[in-house]
C-alpha cells in the first residue's frame, strides 16, 4: 500500500489544478493524481476544436446552473487570476471580442503540457492507466481500490459527457459509496433531434446571428448565435445551449418542446415586411427561389417559403401578395421545429447535473457528509454554456479544493 498525505481522483482540468495548488500552497505533501486513462488531460486536448478555451473574462456574470454555489469559487479564481496561473507556468493566453481565452500556441495540448510539467516539477505522483472503482472510509482517511492510503481526497472524475476522453459517469458510483447523492443528469452543450424532415435538406447549411426561442407551455429558454442545419436536426452554438432545459422538459412533461427561429433578430417584423414588399419591386420577375437570398443562404430561403405552403418552383416574386409576404415575414422572425430529444451523452460537450450542491461547502469544496472528502469540477451540479465556463469552473473549484480548506479554518 502506498501511502499519500491527498489523492486526487481524476487528472483532466479540475485534478490537476486541485493538485498543483495544494503543492504550491504546501510543498511538504505527498501528492498523488489517479487517471484511469494512459494518460491526463486527454479531454482537454479535445476542448475548444483543439485549441482550447481555457476560460472567459465575462464568467463572473455568466448563468451557470447553481451559480449561487458556484459564486465562491469563481470569485476567489475569477478569469483573471487563471490567466495569471497559466502565466506562471510560462503558457501565454489572448482573449477574442467576446470575451474568450484561448493559448496564445492556439494549440491545447499546450495546456495539457504546461499543467503535466508543473506536476513533475513540484513532485506530484502520476498514476495513469488506474480506474479507481473503489474508496472505503477508514479511521485517518481513505483506501482507494485498497492500494493507494491518503489522508484527504479530492474527487474531480468530470460527468458522463464524451466517455472517450474519461469520464464516464463512474465517480458519481465512488461519491455515493463515500454517502453522497447525484441530481438527474442529463447531456449539455449537445445537437438536438429536430425535425428531421425539415432540416435534412439543409444539411450543412450555416445561419449566424440566429435568436432561438425553446417553448413548452411557456418559454423555457433563449439563446443566439450560430445555429447548423444537420441531417438529425440543429447543431451550433445556439443550439447546443437548449440541450439541457429540452431534455429536462421532454423526461419531465412527457411532451416535445418547440425550438423557434428568429432567422433576423436585428429586423422587427414591419421592416422585415417592408424589405421584402421592396424586393417585389426589385425582382419581381425572379423565381420564388431567390427570394431571400439577399438575407439568408438560398437553401434556408427556400425551406422559409415550403413551410409557409407558398413555395412553387416556377413562381414569380411578383406574384406574391401582401398577405402571403407577411406570412413568410412571420415564418423568418418563427421558423419552428420540434425538439424530440438531444444527440446523446456520447456527443455532448458537458453533463448538467452531479453531486447535490446542498451536500458540499462551497467556500471549501468539502464535503458536509463526510471529513476530509472534496469535489471539483464537472462531477458537481454546477454547469454553464459556450464559451470557457466550463473550464473556469473547473478551474476555479479545482483550486479551491486543492486549498484543502475546513469550516473552521474558514
Ligand atoms: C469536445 C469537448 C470540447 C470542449 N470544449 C470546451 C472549451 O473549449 N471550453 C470549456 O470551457 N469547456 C469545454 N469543454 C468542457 C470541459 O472540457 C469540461 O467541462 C472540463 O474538462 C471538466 O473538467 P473536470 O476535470 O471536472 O472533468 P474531466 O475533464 O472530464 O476530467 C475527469 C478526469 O477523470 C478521469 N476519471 C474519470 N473517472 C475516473 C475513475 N473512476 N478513476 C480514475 N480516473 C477517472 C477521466 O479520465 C478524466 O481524465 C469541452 C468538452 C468536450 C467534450
Not at 429536462?248 to 418542446?257: H, L, S
Not at 451536500?359 to 469535489?375: A, D, P, R, V
Request: charged share 25%.
Amino acid at each position: 500500500m502506498k501511502t499519500y498525505d491527498l489523492a486526487v481522483v481524476g487528472g483532466c482540468s479540475a485534478g490537476l489544478v486541485a493538485a498543483i495548488n495544494s503543492k504550491r500552497i504546501n510543498p511538504k505533501l505527498r501528492v498523488a493524481v489517479i487517471e484511469k486513462l494512459p494518460r491526463i488531460g486527454k479531454k482537454l486536448l479535445a476542448t475548444g476544436n483543439g485549441k482550447c478555451n481555457i476560460t472567459n473574462l465575462q464568467a463572473l456574470e455568466h448563468d451557470y446552473v447553481n451559480k449561487g454555489f458556484a459564486e465562491f469559487a469563481l470569485q476567489s479564481y475569477p478569469p483573471e487570476k487563471i490567466i495569471d496561473f497559466f502565466s506562471s507556468l510560462g503558457l501565454l493566453t489572448y482573449s477574442d471580442s467576446c470575451g474568450r481565452v484561448y493559448p496564445e500556441s492556439n494549440t491545447a495540448a499546450s495546456v495539457t503540457d504546461a499543467l503535466r510539467f508543473e506536476l513533475e516539477r513540484l513532485g506530484v505522483d502520476v498514476i495513469c492507466d488506474t480506474p479507481v472503482t473503489e474508496i472505503k472510509k477508514t479511521k485517518n482517511g481513505f483506501a482507494v481500490n485498497g492500494e493507494y492510503i491518503c489522508e484527504k481526497l479530492i474527487i474531480a472524475a468530470g460527468g458522463k459527457s464524451s466517455a472517450p476522453q474519461g469520464s464516464d459517469g463512474s465517480g458519481y458510483a465512488l461519491a455515493k459509496m463515500l454517502g453522497h447523492s447525484v441530481t438527474k443528469t442529463v447531456p449539455a452543450l449537445v445537437p438536438l433531434n429536430a425535425s428531421p424532415e425539415i432540416t435534412k435538406p439543409l444539411k450543412g447549411v450555416r445561419v449566424r446571428n440566429v435568436c432561438l426561442t425553446l417553448k413548452g407551455e411557456k418559454i423555457l429558454k433563449k439563446t443566439e448565435g450560430e445555429i447548423l442545419f444537420t441531417d438529425y436536426g440543429l447543431s451550433g452554438i445556439a443550439a447546443m445551449e437548449l440541450a439541457a432545459t429540452a431534455q429536462k422538459y421532454i423526461d419531465n412533461v412527457k411532451r416535445n418542446p418547440f425550438t423557434y427561429i428568429d432567422f433576423l433578430p436585428q429586423m422587427t417584423f414591419d421592416n422585415l415586411f417592408d424589405y421584402l414588399k421592396n424586393l417585389s419591386k426589385i425582382k419581381g420577375f425572379c423565381q420564388i427561389d431567390n427570394l431571400l437570398t439577399g438575407i439568408l443562404p438560398k437553401a434556408a430561403g427556400i425551406a422559409v417559403c415550403k413551410a409557409c405552403k407558398l413555395y412553387k418552383a416556377d413562381k414569380e416574386i411578383s406574384s406574391l401578395t401582401d398577405k402571403e409576404l407577411r406570412i413568410i415575414a412571420e415564418k423568418i422572425k418563427k421558423f419552428p421545429l420540434e425538439v424530440t430529444g438531444t444527440r446523446g451523452f456520447p456527443n455532448s460537450q458537458v453533463t448538467s447535473g452531479g453531486i447535490k450542491i446542498e451536500e458540499i461547502n462551497e467556500k471549501t469544496m468539502e464535503s458536509k457528509l463526510c471529513k476530509n472528502l472534496y469535489f471539483a469540477g464537472e462531477i458537481i451540479d454546477v454547469d454553464g454554456g459556450c464559451g470557457g465556463f466550463n473550464l473556469q469552473w473547473a478551474w476555479a473549484s479545482g483550486m479551491l479544493a486543492g486549498e484543502l480548506k475546513q469550516e473552521n479554518d474558514l
